[in-house]
């Protein structure tokens, strides 16, 4: 268990996790980032290793040293022992005490709230989910949103963790530079709403906002089962389809944070109605209501009306799933056409991307084995056959989980990383240690 975080007065002095590009930032504040990145991408040091990495004179790192030990962001972890056949005093080793630090997490969609607190070692020390608000414009749901957030804030002494900032899982699409949700299809009235603003002034604590099909896919990269991969496309079957594109281990973003959307690319001219207004999109044509509704022979009217509404498939396509597993001939007509449709976003996606692993997370895992066969037989007609001969393609290991740890990742990447040398870098903070620790 990590320690529990120390009692303080007052959380209210704490800075930032980090500040925008501009802001400026102290001799001493820019020494301590210095020293937690050598920790977090040399591993552990000793003060003198330290002194050798940085350039920073032994003084000044026991000072620094001593103020990151007191407030629980790095810790003494080993004894080396002495050198040259017992000439010298054995050194401690510094490392990140990446347990004790941790993100409150929130995911929100049009039926759920999920909170979450994540340590930056990548555990799930708690979590929580509750039914999203009925009706109401985006300000009354962004207070619900927010409420549920500070009560998860309010935990993280009992798990004993310190907060370094807040992560955001949206639905829709984002501006990451702005902090703002810009759509999301399946909620009413979500647009151009505030979220990181919001939640920063109601926790205060620095937040951050991505989609959550991104988060999904850092996570899966960072954790699960796009591990040891550089080029990774994520795909994610919820009610509707989510995906991110990890490069070199960073989450690619696009022009505002909303790359990856492969739902709304067009697989058909002339295809199903989609929820974005749309025709032919692969998300309508892979929403598990469809699929249902398909196998149960419903009308081309009827299935025209299902992707706008978003309805929700409920156990119809776990048992469509079962049909198919079992050789039922419909159920498996159903499944395979849903497999040549993802197939042509997915060629599409890799002539233009190259990667080499292709992760299927939500209901994708639920088809497994079958839908993996159907998709390698389909792939080679609609991309260069050298790039499908080599890409892996596989199902998510993390579950739901693979969001609020792609929030850790991101944190903790952008939290240790070296400064520059310009004076308008971000900024490394002492962790907020709540009341009543």
């Not at 299809?185 to 991505?210: C, K, Q």
Request: hydrophobic share 40%; proline share 6%.
């Amino acid at each position: 268990m990590p320690k529990k975080p120390a009692a303080t007065s007052s959380s209210k002095t704490n800075p930032p996790v980090w500040l925008q590009a501009g802001s400026g930032r102290s001799k001493r504040a820019y020494n301590r980032s210095l020293v937690c990145a050598a920790l977090f991408h040399e591993g552990p040091r000793s003060r003198v290793d330290l002194k050798h990495v940085t350039g920073l004179p032994l003084s000044r790192l026991s000072d620094i040293c001593g103020s990151l030990l007191d407030e629980g962001v790095i810790r003494e972890s080993m004894i080396t022992p002495a050198i040259g056949g017992g000439r010298g005093r054995p050194r401690s080793l510094l490392e990140l005490d990446l347990r004790s630090l941790a993100v409150a997490c929130v995911r929100y969609d049009q039926e759920h709230v999920t909170t979450a607190l994540v340590d930056l070692a990548g555990t799930v020390h708690w979590k929580r989910r509750w039914n999203a608000p009925e009706g109401g414009d985006a300000a009354s749901q962004l207070r619900t949103i927010s409420r549920y957030l500070k009560q998860t804030v309010a935990v993280a002494p009992e798990v004993g963790v310190n907060l370094v900032g807040v992560g955001a899982a949206d639905p829709g699409t984002v501006d990451v530079a702005t902090g703002r949700s810009i759509r999301a299809v399946n909620i009413p009235g979500w647009t151009d709403v505030p979220v990181v603003e919001h939640l920063s002034r109601a926790t205060n604590l620095s937040a951050v906002i991505e989609r959550a099909d991104g988060w999904q896919a850092l996570g899966e990269v960072s954790y699960g089962a796009g591990r040891g991969s550089q080029h990774v496309l994520f795909v994610t079957l919820l009610e509707g389809i989510g995906g991110g594109i990890v490069e070199g281990g960073k989450l690619l973003s696009g022009r505002d944070g909303s790359a990856g959307e492969i739902g709304h690319t067009r697989v058909s001219p002339d295809g199903p109605l989609c929820g974005c207004g749309g025709r032919g999109c692969l998300e309508a044509h892979l929403a598990p209501s469809r699929l249902a509704a398909l196998w149960k022979g419903a009308s081309p009217a009827d299935l025209d009306a299902i992707a706008p509404r978003g309805e929700t498939a409920g156990d119809d396509f776990a048992q469509m799933l079962a049909a198919a597993h079992q050789g039922e001939p419909r159920a498996k007509e159903v499944l395979a056409s849903a497999a040549r449709a993802l197939a042509v976003a997915l060629g599409n996606a890799i002539s233009l991307l190259n990667p080499e692993r292709i992760v299927l997370g939500g209901r994708f895992v639920d088809a497994g084995e079958q839908l993996v066969s159907l998709l390698r037989q389909a792939l080679p007609e609609y991309a260069l056959p050298e790039l499908v001969a080599n890409v892996d393609v596989r199902m998510a290991e993390l579950g739901e989980d693979s969001t609020f740890l792609g929030i850790a990742a991101r944190v903790r990447s952008r939290l240790f990383a070296y400064p520059s040398m310009g004076g308008t870098v971000e900024h490394h903070p002492s962790p907020r240690k709540l009341k009543g620790a």
